[in-house]
């Protein structure tokens, strides 16, 4: 585990999640840092309006940041590290610090030191099938989902046992009503 500035993370340009779009290239690694090759990477990482990352983003604002998921990253030739694992937290984050130190904006809960401290944990099993065995386990078959009544109950537990409102617990997880 390490803490580590959010500059020096690089999103992934070839990542699965984005793949599809039609702007999207192969990159390699040397390419990476290029300034053209990380705005389009956070482009389509991020949506339009950022509606691949709102949640996130409404979740950080809500809880801070809470170390849910470790975000996995390798190191890049020349310094910096590519992530491997958590480029949808990392692009929310990023675009926080962005507005944060452009705008000013009200972060809520989460704290602008996070910026200079992300929690990572450096991933050094280079193969390239582990790689991809990892990417499955995380996004094909992933965390199981429990059943409706399940969800529910703790839904009711927020709201009834610790009284918070529709809107302040669709915010805290990232759904919609």
Not at 68 to 93: F, K, S, T, Y
Not at 108 to 124: A, E, K, M
Request: with cysteine; hydrophobic share 35%.
């Amino acid at each position: 585990l390490r803490r580590v500035s959010l500059r020096s993370l690089y999103l992934d340009p070839n990542n699965f999640r984005i793949i599809h779009e039609p702007d999207q290239k192969q990159v390699l690694d040397v390419d990476v840092k290029n300034r053209d090759v990380m705005q389009r990477t956070m482009r389509l990482l991020c949506g339009d309006k950022n509606q691949n990352i709102q949640d996130l983003i409404e979740s950080f604002k809500s809880n801070g940041y809470l170390r849910v998921d470790q975000i996995l990253v390798r190191e890049l030739p020349g310094g910096g590290q590519l992530v491997v694992e958590g480029n949808r937290r990392v692009a929310a984050l990023k675009f926080l610090q962005q507005e944060y130190e452009a705008k000013g904006i009200d972060l809520g809960q989460l704290s602008p030191d996070t910026f200079s401290q992300v929690p990572v944990v450096l991933y050094t099993d280079g193969d390239e099938v582990h790689h991809l065995t990892l990417m499955a386990l995380k996004h094909i078959s992933g965390d199981q989902k429990w059943g409706e009544w399940n969800q529910a109950h703790l839904l009711e537990s927020l709201h009834k046992a610790h009284g918070l409102g529709g809107d302040e617990t669709c915010r805290r997880i990232g759904i919609s009503k």
